[in-house]
Every structure is written in C-alpha cells, then in structure tokens.
C-alpha cells in the first residue's frame, strides 16, 4: 500500500513539474523566462527602437575577439587556449554593447510617458537609494516620486510645467517639516529649461553630495512612512498606466 501511494506521489509530482514547465515555456512574464530568452527579448525589443544595435554587437564583438585573437598569436599562446579567450570577449563585448543600447532605447520608449522616471530610478544601486513611484498624483496624470538615499530626499515632478511646481513645492514642505533639516532636492523630469532629460536623472541623483550616513537614512525612512500613513491616497486613475517593468526584467537579465 505505501508502495502505490509513493508512486502515487510521485506521478502527480513529475505531472506538476511537467505542467510548471509547460506554463513558464508559454508565459509571457519575463520572471518565467530563462537567461537565454531573456536576452534574445532584451534584443528584440532593443532592435525595434534603435535597428544599429545588430550592427554595434557585430562590430564591437568581432573587434574583442579579434584584439585577444592577435595577443594570443603575438605572445605564442598555445591556440586551444586563445581560441575560447577571444570567442568569450566577443560574446561579452556584444553583451555590454547590448546593455547599453537597452537603456537608450527604453529611454526612448518610454520619455514622455506618465511613470517614466521609474525607467532612471530602477537603475540606481538599491543598496543605497529607495524610491516610491507617485507618492502624489493629479486625475491629469501629474506625479510626484520620492527618493531616499545619502544624498537625502528627491522629489521628482512629472507633468505640466504650471502644476507640477506647486505640487513639488507642496511636498517639500510637507517633506521639510518631519526629516528635520535634511535636503530636500527638487528635480522637474522634462527638457525644458531647468527641467531634467530622463536620460541623465540617474546621474544627476547620484551626483548630488551625500550628507546622510546609513543610520540616518534609516531614520528618515521611518519618518516619511509616518508621513505617508496620513496623507490621502493619491488620486491615480483606474487602469494601467505605461510602465516598465516587463521590458526592464528582459533587458536586464532578470
């Protein structure tokens, strides 16, 4: 009896990982995918923004594999050794060229869009800066991201130009008032005067000098949950708003 029921497991067991298998092959969530499809999306979405990626990984791949191919023949390396070399700085050449056509092409696709700063913010290191998407939001589509890291608070506006800044104002205020003189930094996303590119939020982030050290942005955190916990709900309509996310696992890998 115990031999039918452990064979009994066993067969539901095998059916459930066949099933499991069947169901990530045919998903369309890039967490489902392996590393392989990953990046083979990664490109293909990367090649539909900007068609001269498939020409940069040609050229910068062949010119690594050819570099270690000629040090390897120069320096008399034994040929099973520099043959592998130069085929692995090839496919790792194309790789970063790949990484960073991503980028620019999500840049791309997404500028402009409501929730487009999330594209900038997921890159920063996680191990030093937080963020909250739309802590604030209008019913036109005007929000208001947070970001928390050494450099202290960021406030980024997306939206028009003559709402946005009260709204960016409102929250410093609000932002002032319980982190106790920590910077509060105001950044409008855009390409206006004053306003900055999606392109170059990462950078302007992390270039801001830092004044906090882990303890206190840990400090600041509990603060601003406090604060979060009593402002209203931000009015964001119903409905998926652009985002992304799936685009943004594929492409990095994930």
């Known amino acids: 009896m115990a031999s039918e029921k452990a064979k009994e497991l066993a067969a539901k067991q095998k059916a459930a990982r066949k099933a499991e298998k069947e169901r990530k092959k045919n998903s369309t969530d890039p967490r489902d995918w392996g590393r392989v499809r990953q990046m083979v999306e990664a490109y293909k979405q ?9 020409w940069w990984m040609l050229g910068i791949g062949l010119a690594a594999a050819a570099v270690i191919a000629v040090l390897g023949i120069v320096s008399n390396m034994i040929v099973w050794l520099w043959i592998p070399l130069a085929l692995v700085s090839g496919v790792l050449g194309a790789m970063m060229v790949l990484t960073r056509k991503v980028r620019t092409a999500m840049i791309k696709r997404y500028e402009g869009q409501p929730g487009s700063a999330e594209v900038a913010l997921q890159v920063l290191n996680k191990k030093r800066y937080s963020y909250e998407i739309g802590i604030a939001a209008t019913r036109q589509l005007d929000l208001v991201h947070r970001v928390l890291g050494p450099s202290g608070i960021v406030l980024i506006g997306e939206g028009a130009t003559g709402r946005i800044k009260p709204m960016l ?9 319980v982190s106790y003189g920590v910077p509060v930094t105001q950044f409008v996303l855009g390409k206006g005067e004053g306003q900055v590119p999606l392109g170059q939020l990462q950078k302007r982030i992390e270039k801001l000098p830092n004044v906090l050290k882990a ?32 685009i943004n696992r594929a492409m990095r890998g994930r």
């Not at 990367?46 to 498939?54: F, G, H, L, Q």
């Not at 104002?169 to 008032?177: C, L, T, V």
Request: hydrophobic share 30%; no cysteine.
């Open 215 to 246: 303890h206190q942005v840990t400090d600041v955190r509990n603060r601003l949950r406090a604060l979060d916990a009593v402002r209203p709900k931000a009015p964001i309509p119903k409905g998926p708003m652009p985002s992304p996310k799936g």
């Open 169 to 177: 104002a409102g929250e410093a205020r609000k932002h002032e008032q």
């Open 46 to 54: 990367t090649a539909k923004v900007d068609p001269s990626v498939t």
